[in-house]
């Protein structure tokens, strides 16, 4: 049996980046493919921000539908968009060579590091860890695709705007003005590109499994369960970050209050063969030392 598969995405510049890329390499695999893109809820509602929408998977929640519905047959996400538990019937099928994982910096001039400043982000994981290291800081919300947030970072009077490097890399939109962020712990699986199809069409599943990349696949794994299991959706500053090198595996995750105030830290590196549970691991030892309380006082705030 052959068949067109049918690739979801969204429309922005990025995400059709990121399925054209799966599209190249299933049909250098001698697969026929088809990109059909859709709009997501996030990308419609730009006036909120993301944390007040309150729904987990907001990017991709109109590709799942269109999935289960038959109108595609997988979907090409940012992993760090993707719920860490996927609707009932769908896999993660693919995680593709993950690219550069930091937080940048794109900025109008520097001199306001050493006074005050005024940065833009959606993220709560940035802001708490841009006032953790600057709490004299302003933090304004930004939101929409990478080009839209640059072209607010130009038309407003704020001083800087954070970004994932990936994201800008891959539509060569990276700006020279720019400073990496490398004391920022980035988002779990950022920079990770994932590919999800149905259980009940092993055809285009067995097709996209040819595409991952175990590494990947691996530290991400670490990243997400320490998400999943500090329950952060993308609702709470929660950042992780696993690497692997020959037989190890090392990570750091980071829980911090909404402020930025308070933060606490998890590093441990452990035999890459041992991974699974140890994002559980982790996750538990920052509940244990007060996450538990920050993360109460987290959804009570947000609620």
């Given at each position: 049996m052959s068949?067109?598969?049918?690739i979801g995405t969204r429309d922005s510049q990025l995400a059709l980046w990121q399925?054209?890329?799966?599209?190249?390499?299933?049909?250098?695999?001698g697969y026929d493919t088809q990109i059909i893109s859709v709009k997501s809820t996030g990308d419609l509602l730009l006036d909120k921000p993301l944390y007040e929408l309150g729904i987990t998977g907001i990017f991709t929640k109109t590709l799942d539908i269109a999935m289960i519905n038959g109108q595609v047959d997988i979907a090409v996400h940012s992993m760090k968009d993707v719920p860490t538990k996927l609707p009932k019937g769908m896999l993660q099928s693919a995680v593709l060579p993950r690219a550069n994982t930091q937080d940048i910096l794109v900025h109008k001039n520097?001199?306001?590091?050493?006074?005050?400043?005024?940065?833009?982000?959606?993220?709560?994981?940035?802001?708490?860890?841009?006032?953790?290291?600057y709490p004299d800081h302003k933090v304004v919300d930004l939101r929409g695709n990478v080009n839209t947030r640059l072209q607010k970072l130009a038309d407003n009077p704020w001083d800087g705007a954070i970004f994932a490097k990936a994201g800008l890399e891959r539509i060569q939109v990276?700006?020279?003005n720019h400073i990496d962020l490398d004391w920022m712990i980035p988002a779990p699986a950022q920079g990770a590109m994932v590919v999800v199809s149905m259980e009940n069409d092993p055809y285009s599943t067995e097709a996209v499994r040819k595409?991952?990349?175990?590494?990947?696949?691996?530290?991400t794994h670490v990243e997400r369960e320490f998400l999943q299991v500090l329950e952060g959706g993308c609702t709470a500053p929660i950042g992780a970050i696993a690497t692997i090198d020959k037989d190890s595996l090392s990570f750091?995750?980071?829980?911090?209050?909404?402020?930025?105030k308070q933060k606490l830290v998890v590093k441990k590196s452990i035999?890459?063969?041992?991974?699974?549970?140890?994002?559980?691991?982790?996750?538990?030892?920052?509940?244990?030392?007060?996450?538990?309380?920050m993360m109460?006082?987290?959804k009570k705030e947000l609620a």
């Open positions: 068949k067109t598969i049918r399925a054209h890329t799966v599209q190249t390499q299933l049909e250098s695999l520097l001199d306001f590091l050493e006074t005050h400043g005024t940065i833009a982000t959606g993220s709560l994981r940035r802001q708490a860890q841009w006032l953790h290291k990276l700006p020279q595409l991952n990349d175990k590494t990947t696949e691996i530290s750091e995750g980071v829980l911090l209050s909404l402020d930025g035999a890459s063969k041992q991974y699974k549970g140890f994002g559980r691991s982790c996750a538990q030892e920052i509940l244990t030392n007060g996450g538990s309380e109460v006082e987290i």
